[in-house]
């Protein structure tokens, strides 16, 4: 199985960046969509990013949108969520998540990360 392991979360400021990182083991990264999802106490997981194989295509949550970019380096396994202007709504525990794309279902990731904390602060 493919192991993820998501760093770079931290406590900010309100207004301050963050950049999420995700490595991947194996050889197979370049086949997988990747995406990010998040996870606040007391609520459900939400879908944040999503990047295609190549990294040609991109999609965001609304609440994300123009604020959050996610990018991936097939050569080095990894996926990046950007994360500018944060808000304290943001904060939550950060998943990087894998989809073999292996079923016709959308966003039915195969592989999750442990995750990584973002709490920001007002």
């Known amino acids: 199985q493919v192991q993820l392991v998501e760093s770079g979360g931290g406590l900010v400021q309100a207004g301050d960046s963050l950049r999420l990182s995700c490595a991947a083991s194996?050889?197979?990264?370049?086949?997988?969509?990747m995406g990010w999802f998040r996870q606040a106490p007391g609520k459900v997981r939400e879908f944040v990013a999503a990047i295609t194989r190549a990294g040609y295509s991109s999609n965001y949550a609304d609440s994300v949108k123009g604020r959050f970019t996610i990018s991936r380096d097939n050569a080095k396994n990894t996926v990046y969520l950007q994360m500018n202007s944060l808000k304290p709504e943001d904060s939550a525990v950060y998943y990087c998540?894998?989809?073999?794309?292996?079923?016709?279902?959308?966003?039915?990731?195969?592989?999750w990360g442990q995750g990584t904390q973002v709490t920001v602060s007002s």
């Open positions: 194996g050889r197979s990264f370049d086949s997988y969509v």
């Open positions: 998540a894998a989809d073999r794309l292996l079923s016709s279902t959308p966003h039915d990731y195969d592989y």
